[in-house]
C-alpha cells in the first residue's frame, strides 16, 4: 500500500503566502514525477506544477513567478510554496506522485486533497 498525505492548506488573505506538504508513505520502491494540481468549485482538476526525480520542473503560467515546487527524494516528500496568493487560486489542492509499490508495479497515486482559501 502506497498514501500520500498533504498539510499546509489553510486560509490567507491576498498577498499572502503558503507552504504545501505531501509526504509519499508505504511500501515504496521508487518515486518518479510528483505534482501538485488543484480543482477550484465547479472546475476540472488543473496541473499547477511537476517536478522530475531529478528536479526538473514545470508550471501552470498562472503560478509562474508565485509558486515553487521542490522535493526531498531521501523523505519521498514534494512541496509548494505559494506566494503572492490571489483569490483566484483558491481551490483543493492534490498531491500526485508516480510510484513503483513493493510489488515493482508503477502506479499513479493521489493525496486526499487539502483546500486552500484566499480571500481579498
Known amino acids: 500500500q502506497v498514501h500520500l498525505v498533504e498539510s499546509g492548506g489553510g486560509l490567507v488573505q491576498a498577498g499572502g503566502s503558503l507552504r504545501l506538504s505531501c509526504a509519499a508513505s508505504g511500501s515504496i520502491v521508487r518515486v518518479n514525477d510528483m505534482g501538485w494540481y488543484r480543482q477550484a468549485p465547479g472546475k476540472l482538476r488543473d496541473l499547477v506544477a511537476t517536478?522530475?526525480?531529478?528536479?526538473?520542473?514545470n508550471y501552470a503560467d498562472s503560478v509562474k513567478g508565485r509558486f515553487t515546487i521542490s522535493r526531498d527524494n531521501a523523505k519521498n516528500t514534494v512541496y509548494l510554496q505559494m506566494n503572492s496568493l490571489k483569490p483566484e487560486d483558491t481551490a483543493v489542492y492534490y498531491c500526485?506522485?508516480?510510484?513503483?509499490?513493493?510489488?515493482?508495479?508503477?502506479?499513479?497515486?493521489w493525496g486526499q486533497g487539502t483546500q486552500v482559501a484566499v480571500s481579498s
Open positions: 517536478i522530475t526525480s531529478g528536479g526538473n520542473t
Open positions: 500526485n506522485a508516480v510510484i513503483m509499490s513493493g510489488t515493482y508495479a508503477w502506479g499513479d497515486y
